[in-house]
C-alpha cells in the first residue's frame, strides 16, 4: 500500500530556520490530509490538517500547503525549534474519515 | 486536555496465546480504531468501530482478531492466537462525529516470542 508515501526518510535543519516536509499521494479521491507528530515511545499527535478545498492551512508555526493537481502537499515550520525534532507522518482519509493512510514518516532533527 | 489512554503499555506473550489490548478512548467520542507500526514499518490501519459495530477493516484484521467495547468507556483489541509476526505497537484512537482528526493513544508494544 503505497498511496502516501514519504520520500525523505530524514532531514536536518538549524534552529531558527524553516522546514519544510514533503508528502506525495496517488489516490485523487482523498479529500482530507492531516500531519501527525510522533516521538519515541509515544503514539501519534495530531499536528495540522487541511480539507482538499483549500489550498493552505495555516496554525501557528506550522502551515500545511496542498497541490492537488500535483498530489501533493507540505508542512513548513518556521520557525524550527529544537523541540520540533521527532517523526513527522502525513495521513490522508476519503470521505468518512475511518481509515487513515499513513506515509512512511520523515525524522526531523533541529539542530541547536 | 483529554487523551486516549491504552493499557498496558508493553506485552510480552508467548506464541499461540491469546491477548488483549485495552483502550480508554476520549469519552465523547463516537469512532475508535486500532492501528498497529511493525518496527521500522508504516503506521497501518487495522479497524475501525462505530455505534457498536465494525465500519471498515483491513486485510490485515482476520479471523483471529476482534474488537468489543464492552462497557462505555473501553475498547479492546483481542488477538486470539499470537504470531510471531503480530510483534508491533498497536495504538488505539478516537475521533468525535467523523468529521475531525483522530487522538493517539501513547501505544502498546506487543513483543510475541
Known amino acids: 500500500d503505497q498511496q502516501v508515501k514519504q520520500n525523505s526518510p530524514s532531514l536536518s535543519v538549524q534552529e531558527g530556520r524553516i522546514s519544510i516536509l514533503n508528502c506525495d499521494y496517488t489516490n485523487s479521491m482523498f479529500d482530507y490530509f492531516l500531519w501527525y507528530k510522533k516521538y519515541p515511545a509515544e503514539g501519534p499527535t495530531f499536528l495540522i490538517s487541511i480539507s482538499s478545498i483549500k489550498d493552505k492551512n495555516e496554525d501557528g508555526r506550522f502551515t500545511v500547503f496542498l497541490n492537488k493537481s500535483a498530489k501533493h502537499l507540505s508542512l513548513h515550520i518556521v520557525p524550527s525549534q529544537p523541540g520540533d525534532s521527532a517523526v513527522y507522518f502525513c495521513?490522508?482519509?476519503?470521505?468518512?474519515?475511518?481509515?487513515?493512510?499513513f506515509g512512511s514518516g520523515t525524522k526531523l532533527n533541529v539542530k541547536p | 486536555e483529554p487523551e486516549v489512554t491504552q493499557t498496558p503499555s508493553h506485552q510480552v506473550t508467548q506464541m499461540g496465546q491469546e491477548v488483549i489490548l485495552r483502550c480508554v478512548p476520549i469519552s465523547n467520542h463516537l469512532y475508535f480504531y486500532w492501528y498497529r507500526q511493525i518496527l521500522g514499518q508504516k503506521v497501518e490501519f487495522l479497524v475501525s468501530f462505530y455505534n457498536n459495530e465494525i465500519s471498515e477493516k483491513s486485510e490485515i484484521f482476520d479471523d483471529q482478531f476482534s474488537v468489543e467495547r464492552p462497557d462505555g468507556s473501553n475498547f479492546t483489541l483481542k488477538i486470539r492466537s499470537t504470531k510471531l509476526e503480530d510483534s508491533a505497537m498497536y495504538f488505539c484512537?478516537?475521533?468525535?462525529?467523523?468529521?475531525?482528526?483522530?487522538?493517539f493513544g501513547q501505544g502498546t508494544r506487543l513483543t510475541v516470542v
Open positions: 484512537a478516537s475521533s468525535d462525529d467523523g468529521n475531525t482528526e483522530a487522538f
Open positions: 495521513a490522508a482519509s476519503i470521505n468518512n474519515f475511518n481509515k487513515f493512510y
